[in-house]
């Protein structure tokens, strides 16, 4: 079959390097940002006199219907085509007659994929954002039922001091809130047009690239033709983002499986989001959050190739950068069902209140508020330090806790600790008094959330 390039060939090349050489298996994503770059091309071509009106009507009119198709399933692509560009130009000449060859005036595959790329990236952004935003409202849901339940906090995962369960959430709010807007800043580099560029040189055709920016939506087009082809630094920043996010959600998922299992027992999740074993029948598997985990190294390693693929690349397009579309491909989807499952994980689970209250009773969490108590009866900190470490450490020898022990035997230790010692040793009080700004503290908290509300409503009075 003669290839659109074939001219300066003597031969074709075997079917199997072919195959190994076309991207229409995964490049057929963009089917619609390809006809949607080909119109405005097109119509530019027509406005400029560079082709006749009626051929570039005609043309116009040809896409559409492959647009319609495309939109019923209706197109079959073919391997020897390479890909959707290809593809596309060939169903249009069939559909039309010879005049469909004329699309291509003036311009590149090189300049026609990047045009695909941002246009379906600068889609897909928005789209993640509007799921990070959903995550983000399904935490608050989950924080205004518990604000005033205590919750053990951990760091090196060992007992460190009680918290609200509400704050502990807010803290994913927050990290997303940083994803949303990395993601929204990213959408200005995003948001340029390389069509018009051509192989790498611009043309000699008198085109219009700043009509077709507006045709498309973008708000601004390349200054540099050799650049605007060569460019994958929006892919690169849009891996990197979504590896940071997925990150996030990974932190959360092994929360979540631990929260879950036995040992800690402090939610359980929505049976939607579990699955069972196929031997053993009592078994509850937190395999989403598990995957979502998983998933995390799957993005990462697609950045992780990225930077790898155009590292040593010279200006400007080269065949290496074929290998820029399925992990961009990957990690859209992996996001957006990532986000989507988190939101309703969140939105779903059940939280063992009164578990994670006897927790917080069965440990060590409040000695610092002992540590703090002594410090402000002028005691040096260090010292109170270690008298309070050598409380815990008669505790642990006599298998109790320090709300256990009497007044007399905390008055050993140190005279100046008086009755007032066992409101200050509750672990929901050590929670209330911690009102520092962006602390744990119940009124603390509450602002807090009302801060993340006002955020989420923002966002959509922007809407």
């Known amino acids: 079959m003669k290839k659109a390039w074939g001219g300066r060939f003597s031969k074709s090349p075997e079917q199997w390097i072919e195959e190994f050489g076309a991207s229409i298996s995964f490049d057929q994503e963009l089917v619609f940002e390809d006809i949607e770059g080909s119109i405005a091309h097109v119509k530019m071509l027509g406005k400029m006199g560079i082709i006749p009106s009626e051929d570039s009507e005609k043309i116009v009119h040809g896409l559409l219907n492959l647009k319609e198709k495309a939109l019923a399933g209706e197109l079959e692509y073919s391997v020897s085509e390479e890909d959707i560009h290809l593809n596309l130009e060939k169903m249009l000449t069939e559909e039309i007659g010879p005049v469909g060859g004329k699309l291509h005036t003036g311009r590149s595959r090189n300049d026609q994929v990047a045009t695909d790329m941002h246009l379906y990236l600068k889609k897909q952004v928005l789209v993640t954002m509007e799921h990070i935003k959903e995550l983000q409202a399904a935490l608050v ?81 390349y200054e540099n033709s050799m650049d605007a082809v060569s460019d994958r630094d929006f892919v690169v920043e849009f891996l990197s983002n979504s590896s940071l996010t997925i990150t996030h959600l990974s932190r959360l998922a092994e929360e979540f499986i631990l929260w879950s299992s036995k040992e800690f027992d402090f939610i359980e999740l929505d049976d939607t989001y579990a699955t069972g074993s196929s031997i053993m029948p009592q078994k509850k598997n937190p395999d989403m959050a ?96 270690e008298i309070v470490g050598k409380l815990v450490l008669n505790c642990i020898q006599k298998g109790c806790y320090l709300l256990d022990l009497s007044l007399e035997e905390l008055q050993a230790s140190c005279a100046k600790i008086e009755e007032d010692i066992f409101t200050i040793l509750s672990p929901r009080e050590a929670v209330k008094r911690r009102n520092s700004y962006g602390g744990t503290g119940f009124t603390q908290v509450r602002q807090q959330l009302k801060n993340a509300q006002a955020k989420l409503k923002n966002r959509l009075g922007q809407n």
């Open 141 to 221: 849901e989950q924080a205004e039922k518990n604000v005033e339940t205590v919750f053990p906090g951990y760091t090196h995962l060992q007992r460190a001091q009680p918290v609200s369960f509400a704050h502990h959430l807010l803290a994913y709010f927050w990290m997303l809130e940083r994803d949303y807007e990395r993601f929204q800043e990213s959408l200005k580099r995003i948001d340029i047009s390389p069509l018009g560029a051509s192989a790498l040189a611009g043309t000699t055709f008198p085109i219009d690239r700043h009509f077709t920016a507006e045709q498309l939506g973008f708000s601004s087009v």
């Open 290 to 385: 598990e995957l979502i985990r998983g998933k995390s190294g799957r993005v990462i390693g697609y950045l992780m190739g990225m930077l790898t693929t155009i590292k040593g690349l010279p200006l400007t397009y080269n065949k290496d950068m074929q290998e820029d579309k399925e992990g961009m491909f990957d990690t859209v989807h992996t996001m957006i069902g990532s986000l989507k499952i988190f939101a309703g994980m969140v939105r779903t689970m059940t939280v063992k209140s009164d578990v994670m209250e006897t927790s917080v009773h069965q440990d060590f969490s409040n000695a610092t508020e002992l540590a703090d108590y002594l410090a402000a009866k002028g005691i040096p900190f260090r010292e109170a330090h």
